[in-house]
């Protein structure tokens, strides 16, 4: 009798270490999320130029000294983007992708140095990420390729390294794509049992992605989304996607009926005046930024897990600077209201907070006071 009294005693108290050791983990989420609330992206450096990943450009288009001026700055994480064809080279111990990751490590020793959190990002090109359309052996190869990442990695400081698993997958299935989550979840966690993982919707990682997503079977988990909208200003003028944007310059922020009158004559088609009609009925303003984004906090509270707003940001080239700086400070209001962290998209490039001309920096001031950050050099 008191062999089984000291049996279910013992089991009892298994079960309720269980369920502390599962509340400190989930918990851990919410701490960790701490260091990734004004976040910079760094991109087209380990991403997005597959034809130049030469340690002469790692080392030239952002430097260590931009490492120390995003701090100074005042961003307080990098979310660095990297390809995943180098990163099989650097499995496969071919130079170019051993070169590559030791360049990889020293921008996240920089950057930890700075006291910057640093997010990992797998940011594939479009036609990795259709491999995993179908099929086992695509998703075990790039659940290989995470853990080989995620042990190389293992040993820096979990509290300010993180996993996230790929942007913008592009997964037309989002239960196919939730699956697959889980899977290079689990082994990352083999490996790297200790360090936060960020994981997102299918498709564009949208925050209509992230309302379809169930949260992976594993605690210590941030659940990211993207945030471009309205698509008709952010993106106006971009060559690259929707092609109703493509002719559009000058779209105003805050949109009316009536204000868009100018640019629905620059759409050439039918499905493009319609496309930009609804923008102007919509009348995107704070109020309509702020409704959207409280349903990321709604998403939030319902699985009881961080969010975090990975990329959000207005393509320059043809946009009002003013505006831009209004709809940057008006999504930066809603994100910090609900205690989401954030970051912007991007350094340099066309959607940049500095500009880099015949060897000087320059940061954008207006832009800078829009994300209520320092304005340091």
């Known amino acids: 009798m008191v062999i089984l009294y000291l049996a279910i005693v013992s089991a009892g108290a298994s079960l309720l270490s269980a369920a502390v050791w599962a509340q400190e983990a989930a918990a851990l989420a919410v701490t960790r999320a701490r260091h990734l609330s004004h976040g910079i992206n760094t991109s087209l450096w380990f991403a997005q130029s597959p034809a130049d990943y030469t340690v002469e450009r790692l080392r030239s288009f952002t430097t260590t000294d931009d490492i120390v001026l995003i701090k100074k700055l005042g961003f307080d994480h990098i979310r660095i983007s990297i390809d995943a064809e180098p990163l099989l080279g650097w499995r496969r111990n071919l130079p170019q992708g ?14 930890l140095e700075q006291k910057l959190a640093v997010i990992i990002d797998l940011h594939p090109e479009s036609r990795y990420k259709q491999q995993l359309l179908q099929g086992t052996e695509p998703v075990e190869r790039f659940g290989m ?52 993982i960020i994981a997102g919707g299918a498709k564009w990682s949208g925050l209509e992605d992230l309302m379809l997503l169930q949260p992976i079977p594993y605690d210590n988990v941030i659940y990211t989304f993207h945030d471009y909208e309205p698509f008709a200003f952010t993106h106006q003028g971009a060559t690259w996607t929707d092609p109703a944007v493509q002719p559009l310059r000058g779209v105003p922020y805050p ?13 050439p088609t039918l499905a493009g005046q319609f496309f930009m009609e609804q923008y102007g009925l919509a009348r995107w303003d704070a109020q309509r930024v702020d409704a959207t984004i409280d349903f990321a906090e709604r998403w939030s509270k319902l699985h009881d897990a961080p969010v975090y707003c990975g990329e959000f940001g207005v393509y320059r080239p043809f946009a009002d600077e003013a505006m831009r700086a209004l709809w940057l400070r008006d999504m930066r209001i809603a994100l910090e209201k609900r205690h989401i962290g954030w970051a912007m998209w991007d350094y340099q490039d066309n959607f940049g907070v500095v500009t880099k001309k015949n060897g000087t920096t320059t940061p954008d001031r207006v832009i800078l006071d829009a994300l209520g950050l320092n304005r340091a050099k």
């Open 255 to 267: 949109s009316t009926p009536e204000n868009v009158a100018t640019n629905l004559q620059e759409e």
């Open 98 to 111: 051993v070169q590559f990751m030791a360049e990889l490590d020293r921008v996240v020793q920089a950057a």
């Open 145 to 196: 390729l995470w853990q080989s990442v995620a042990k190389h990695f293992s040993s820096m400081d979990p509290n300010l390294v993180f996993f996230e698993i790929m942007n913008e997958p592009e997964q037309p299935d989002p239960y196919r794509w939730q699956g697959i989550e889980s899977f290079v979840s689990g082994q990352i966690r083999a490996v790297a049992p200790q360090h936060t």
